[in-house]
């Protein structure tokens, strides 16, 4: 089976970056929009994780993420980033940012890129869905089981986890 096309995933040149517990929303808007130029569309929560790290703070506590959350929403309603909610196997709710797919207004929707240095649940469920939609394209009869091997095989990854399992049962079942 031939892999279909994809993009190199383009990780951004991480540099120092305010204090994201203490940051002006400029200063945080500004990190933000460089980070999603590089490499969005991406769940928030991984935006929020790749700030944080260049600010020096290794893991978000909840405050903070409730704090990334409030100025991310800032930048929806400015027109300045697009946020769109998608169904993930590892949300816990609506409100959970694991589910929000960001992006700048004129970056595409949807980029099936390679893993790069993401690992498998930072992968948005629409790139993730567009990946199976062109494997099945191949072979539309083909099984669930070749299909979990073909997506490993084009990101690279040879252990079908739990966690893949869930991701691509839950693409699956909602965009197929």
């Known amino acids: 089976m031939t892999q279909p096309p994809h993009t190199p995933f383009t990780p951004w040149a991480s540099r120092p970056t ?6 002006s929303q ?3 808007m500004h ?3 460089e980070i999603l130029a590089a490499e969005g569309p991406m769940q928030a929560l991984s935006l929020f994780q790749i700030y944080g790290k260049a600010s020096g703070v290794m893991k978000l506590a909840a405050p903070v993420r409730k704090l990334c959350e409030r100025t ?5 309603k400015a027109g300045e ?6 169904e993930d196997s590892e949300v816990e709710g609506p409100e959970d940012s694991v589910g929000w797919i960001v992006r700048l207004p004129d970056q595409p929707r949807v980029i099936v890129r390679d ?5 498998f ?3 948005p469920m629409s790139e993730l869905a567009a990946l199976v939609l062109e494997i099945r394209t191949q072979d539309e009869f083909m099984g669930r089981e070749d299909i979990y091997r073909a997506v490993l095989d084009h990101y690279g990854l040879q252990k079908l986890t739990a966690l893949v399992r ?11």
Do not use: C, H, P, S
């Open 18 to 23: 305010a204090d994201v517990r203490r940051a």
């Open 26 to 28: 400029a200063q945080y």
């Open 31 to 33: 990190g933000m929009t």
């Open 72 to 76: 991310l929403l800032a930048g929806v």
């Open 81 to 86: 980033i697009v946020l769109e909610k998608e």
């Open 115 to 119: 893993l790069g240095n993401r690992g």
């Open 121 to 123: 649940a930072d992968i």
């Open 166 to 176: 869930r991701r691509l049962d839950k693409v699956l079942q909602v965009y197929f």
